[in-house]
Structure formats: C-alpha cells, structure tokens
C-alpha cells in the first residue's frame, strides 16, 4: 500500500503551533508582569501623602497586583508543560472578595463619618447584604481549595 503524501508536512505544522502558541502565552505573561509594575509604580505616590483615603486606594491597588500576579501562574504552569490547575483561580475569587469587603466596609466608614449620624437601615441593609454575599463567596472558594488540596494529596499517595 502506497502512502499519499501531504502537500505540507503536518508535523512542521503542529510544531510550528505550538511555538506560536507559546511565544503568545509568553507575551501575555510578560503583559502581565508589566501591568503589575505599572500598578504598582502608580501606587508609590499615594504612599508619599497617607491619608485613610489614600491608603485604602493603596491597599486596593496591591490587592489587584496580587490578582494580576495569580494570573500569571497558570501561564506559567502551561509553559512549563504541567498540568492545569484551579487553585490560582481560586485564589484570584478569595483575594477579589477580600479586596471588596475592605473597600466596601472603607467607604460605608467615610460616609457615616461624612454624614456625621448613625446609619438607617435602608442605607446599611444593602452594604451588610454585599458584605455577606462576599463572605459566603468566601466560604465557597476556601471549602473548593481544602477539597481540591485533599484529592491532590490522595492522588499523590
């Protein structure tokens, strides 16, 4: 039986693929990086003139480094050819919901602080909803983690 030969050599093809793909996980990786060096270069200033307002835009800005950073990881696990995990992405949900409930209880202080009176239930019911929906979020995200971190373990024994 006589083979048919291929007007281009496939396996040329898939290689040439898949350094493309990797020259383009690398670029997003190094975009990555860039951003988390701009954030935080952006950042320096606010820490010349410390005020509540400014810190807490201090505090959110590396909390979004530390998001952008966990982004990188499973790029970089994907060029190091090991196989693709959750965690990261869990990590990137708990840090998010953590980074929300600073800011959202930040902001509810310097209004009521602002407003200079206790807070009505109609403007507190709201903040106290977000708040618990970002801590079950939590819960969530952190029972995911232990029993994914339970089946690695079991897998690896």
């Known amino acids: ?18 350094v493309m793909d990797d020259i383009m996980h690398f670029a997003v990786a190094l975009i990555l990086l860039l951003c988390a060096g701009l954030i935080l270069l952006q950042t320096v200033p606010n820490l010349l003139h410390p005020d509540v307002r ?33 965690n990261p992405f869990l990590y990137i949900g708990i840090i998010s ?15 009521a602080q602002i ?18 929906a970002n801590v079950v979020i939590i819960l969530i995200l952190a029972i995911s983690l232990r029993i994914l971190s339970t089946r690695n373990q079991a897998e690896d024994s």
């Open 1 to 18: 039986m006589e083979k048919k030969g291929y007007i281009l050599n496939v396996k040329f093809l898939r290689q040439l693929l898949i």
């Open 54 to 86: 400014t810190l807490l835009h201090v505090l959110n800005d590396v909390l979004l480094v530390l998001i952008v950073m966990e982004l990188l990881w499973p790029i970089v696990r994907f060029l190091k050819r090991e196989p693709f995990t959750l």
């Open 97 to 111: 919901c953590v980074r929300r409930i600073l800011l959202i209880e930040a902001e509810h202080s310097m209004d």
């Open 115 to 132: 407003l200079g009176h206790a807070a009505e239930w109609a403007i507190i019911w709201p903040v106290l909803a977000e708040l618990a």
